[in-house]
């Protein structure tokens, strides 16, 4: 993923969004090997149109990420693609929003799968590919966090379910940093982006935050681990 190092290997979920503008930026650096993952690999046109252009090493993989079996057979494929390389980012980008969201109304299956994307997909996923991860020398783990995860930084009532569920990718990344102090693990909130879920009001466009996110996360250090960045590179509190 660095431009400075060679072959870096990284897997996100990239159909549309953010996932797909950090495919379009890794995939312009021949030194950058790139493992896309998306839901719906037929569907997936935007980025399977990036794969003739790219400069580097690019793959698309399919991923359900709500999927436990799905997440187990793509670390085949991963590590086919890789060999003997290890992998030196893992980038959970994959993200929902709940249809109904309201503190005192909530619907019950919505909160469950916003759970299940938002948290336990991220937490997965890292248990399936901590071998790969382990055989890399960068071995980061960024989980796509929000503002809206912050308790610190006081969001009103709007948006509980989400809310609750980046609270708590927080403190997975939290648990995460301090149970494996050999690997460095973020979150990061990616600003209020122009994409399906920030909505055409939003403040930046997709390749404004990719750039950002991709300044901080190339030159994270092991002293970053545990820490909830924003695009900018601010620390925010948890
Ligand atoms: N945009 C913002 O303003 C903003 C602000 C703060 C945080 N974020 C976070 O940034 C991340 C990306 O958001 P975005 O704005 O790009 O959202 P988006 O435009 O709604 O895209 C969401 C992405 O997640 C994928 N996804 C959802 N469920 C999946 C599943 N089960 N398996 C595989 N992929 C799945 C979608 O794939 P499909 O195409 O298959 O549905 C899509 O690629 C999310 O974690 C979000 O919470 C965004």
Redesign the pocket.
């Known amino acids: 993923m660095a431009p400075t190092r060679e072959a870096d290997p990284h897997v996100s979920?990239?159909?549309?969004?953010?996932?797909?503008?950090l495919v379009r930026q890794l995939a312009r650096s021949p030194t950058n090997r790139v493992i896309a993952?998306?839901?719906?690999s037929d569907?997936?046109t935007a980025l399977h149109s990036l794969t003739s252009g790219a400069k580097g090493d690019l793959h698309v993989l399919e991923?359900?990420?709500?999927?436990p079996a799905?997440i187990r057979d793509s670390v085949k494929t991963v590590e086919h693609i890789l060999g003997d390389s290890g992998l030196d980012y893992l980038y959970?980008?994959?993200?929902?929003?709940a249809k109904i969201d309201d503190a005192f109304g909530l619907d019950c299956g919505d909160f469950m799968k916003a759970l299940?994307?938002?948290v336990a997909?991220p937490a997965l996923l890292a248990q399936a590919y901590l071998p790969l991860i382990e055989k890399s020398q960068r071995k980061v783990i960024v989980n796509?966090?929000?503002?809206?995860g912050s308790v610190s930084l006081d969001r009103g009532p709007t948006w509980p379910v989400?809310s609750i569920t980046?609270s708590a990718l927080n403190m997975l990344t939290y648990k995460q940093a301090k149970a494996r102090p050999d690997l460095i693990v973020i979150s990061l909130?990616?600003?209020?982006?122009?994409?399906?879920?920030?909505?055409p009001n939003?403040a930046?466009e997709?390749h404004q935050?990719v750039e950002d996110q991709l300044r901080i996360v190339t030159g994270l250090t092991p002293q970053d681990s545990g820490k909830f960045f924003n695009h900018t590179g601010e620390v925010y509190p948890y």
């Open positions: 979920r990239t159909s549309r969004g953010l996932g797909l503008e993952a998306c839901r719906n569907r997936a991923l359900d990420v709500g999927d799905s959970n980008n994959a993200g929902v929003n299940e994307i938002n997909a796509v966090s929000s503002r809206y989400y980046k909130a990616p600003g209020w982006v122009k994409t399906d879920m920030g909505g939003a930046l997709p935050s």
